[in-house]
Nanobody, 125 residues
Framework: QVQLVESGGGLVQAGGSLRLSCAASGRTFSDLSMGWFRQAPGKEREFVAAISWVGGRTTYADSVKGRFTISRDNAKNALYLKMNSLKQEDTAVYYC??????????????????WGQGTQVTVSS
């Protein structure tokens, strides 16, 4: 059974940093791209960042570009999101996700088949 479990969320002041982690189990994810999404109260779940399974290519939402960094450790079956210069508008539940096929850099929700339960990130003023 495939499982994705996020951790590392919490309360942080604006301008601060957090590092989210996602532990994957149930299969190896080294041959799949992986991504992060987030959902703020009353809003749609939105794409944040993705990293390819080959070549380490990355892509980011414009709203986080230059502040967030996605990375992975295939040996540990783990995915990370380093978030710097956090803003109040970054407050959301953050989800780790993986597609069921070898899409290089999926950026839409429908391209992802596996989802974690989410971790809350709250940025205070």
């Amino acid at each position: 059974q495939v499982q994705l479990v996020e951790s590392g969320g919490g309360l942080v002041q604006a301008g601060g940093s957090l590092r989210l982690s996602c532990a994957a189990s149930g299969r190896t994810f080294s041959d799949l791209s992986m991504g992060w999404f987030r959902q703020a109260p009353g809003k749609e779940r939105e794409f944040v960042a993705a990293i390819s399974w080959v070549g380490g290519r990355t892509t980011y939402a414009d709203s986080v570009k230059g502040r967030f960094t996605i990375s992975r450790d295939n040996a540990k079956n783990a995915l990370y999101l380093k978030m710097n210069s956090l803003k109040q508008e970054d407050t959301a539940v953050y989800y780790c996700a993986a597609p069921g096929s070898h899409t290089i850099l999926p950026v839409t929700r429908r391209e992802y088949d596996y989802w974690g339960q989410g971790t809350q990130v709250t940025v205070s003023s």
